[in-house]
């Protein structure tokens, strides 16, 4: 990954989709996303809940997965900055991994009103 700046667009893709694949390799969170991602997909798939449920959901998805990716991004950097055990190196990641549970609990209360209008 090149760090230099204004670099062409297809050199920034290939750094944003490293990053994805660094989180997805070194991060077991971020596999239960991906095969969550890929559940949810397959669902939509077969029930066919209509193009704003389909919206709903893949930005629900998409919220997921941008805190994962942030909550991943500051545990790299931080322990990379400060390795030792230190109190607010604790709470900086407790309040990334609530990102991500906040964002999961979105995710879940939009999969629960979806089951509802499709089965109720």
Request: proline share 2%.
């Amino acid at each position: 990954m090149s760090l230099e700046k204004n670099q062409s667009f297809p050199r920034r893709l290939r750094n944003a989709l490293a990053g994805l694949r660094h989180a997805v390799a070194h991060e077991r969170s971020a596999r239960t996303h991906l095969l969550a991602t890929v559940l949810v997909g397959g669902a939509l798939v077969w029930f066919q809940p209509g193009a704003v449920w389909v919206a709903v959901v893949v930005i629900a998805i998409g919220l997921v997965w941008v805190a994962e990716l942030i909550n991943t991004a500051i545990e790299v950097l931080i322990d990379h900055l400060h390795p030792a055990q230190h109190e607010q190196v604790r709470i900086i990641k407790d309040c990334a991994a609530a990102a991500v549970l906040v964002a999961s609990l979105v995710a879940l209360g939009v999969a629960l009103a979806l089951v509802v209008h499709l089965f109720f």
